[in-house]
């Protein structure tokens, strides 16, 4: 089969998964994106193109119809909504499939023309779903039979070098070392005013929290001396293991990559029930899941962790343990082998 990625740019587990397809099952497959020209990552091969900068980008939609002829495409996989615009353009009349890709639970209004050149255009053969909501979300608009889920995999030798180089917590006297990683800054839903209100309550237990990331001024001038703000951080995940647990106090999200960070790293979460999230969390065994907005939620579940010894550690253990038995990048790949052979009737 000769596969097509519509992409600016591929991340560690799509360039893995698309490598994969290429050396396990033997397909041709091709990024093409700008500056992509020359490259080769494993057995894909990379095509250059014009920068896809709107759901209708002439130039792009011109490359990728020239691939397509070129390389006798049979499917195309494009993981974001203007890539995936601009390749039904460019397929018109060629019977090429096309794959679309939707990883956030934002929501579609059907007054909206423009989701009509995408997601909601009949000529998506299928789309992959990130989580479970957002497949069920979908079928309000797209017929179940065109959807499917499958979140995306993570690799506990990704974390070894946190591991073997950890950095230590801005207030080591903690008791209990929590950790918060993530851009809140005018994203309110991230829900860290209620995880410095827990913090608030939790001060005299020896609690403390470490902030990672952008954050409103409101929330720094709030917060109490339990907590510190170390602004936005390229080596995040290192923080993580000399803390006991990882807090995602938000309001919604989709499937939060901190989250498998923080179990590969053998480090316990506290959770919002929330959509998403909590796919990910084993509860009572990984860790503990809490109401949204519920600051006393909160301040309980790290007591009821961190008070009761080798809870933490035990949870530690079980999430890399749930990671390493249920998202590892071989099935992710065999799931896009089975779903890109019954697309095209291979």
Known sequence: MRILVVSD??????????AGLAERYGHEVRVIGPGWGGRKMGGVECVDSQCVKSKFS???????????????????????????????????????RVVGY??????????????????????VSHVVCETPDIESYLSSFIPASKLSGRSKPYQTEWVAEALSNPLPSPLPSGRIRCIFIGSSKGRP??????????????????VTLTVIGSVDESDMKTAPANVAFTGLRRDAINFL?????????????????????AQACGVACVVTDIPGARDLIIPGETGVLVPPGDARAIASAILAIGNEPGKAEAMGKAGRRNIEQNYGIGPYIDYFDRLFKDLCGK
Request: aromatic share 6%; proline share 7%.
């Open 58 to 96: 002439p130039g792009a939609i011109r490359d990728i119809r020239r691939a397509i002829h070129r390389y006798g495409t049979d499917l195309i996989y494009a993981p974001s909504t203007s890539g995936l615009s601009n390749a039904l353009f460019a397929s018109l009349g060629t019977g090429v």
């Open 189 to 206: 839903f991230k829900g860290l005013a209620y995880l410095i209100e827990a913090m608030r309550m939790l001060e005299p237990e020896g």
């Open 241 to 261: 293991p000399s803390h006991h647990m990882l807090v995602l106090p938000s309001l919604r999200d989709a499937s939060p990559r901190v989250v498998r960070e």
């Open 9 to 18: 740019g591929l991340d560690t587990v799509m360039t893995m998964t698309f």
């Open 102 to 123: 939707r990883g956030t639970q934002h929501r579609i209004h059907r007054t909206d023309p423009t989701n009509y050149m995408a997601l909601l255009n009949p000529r």
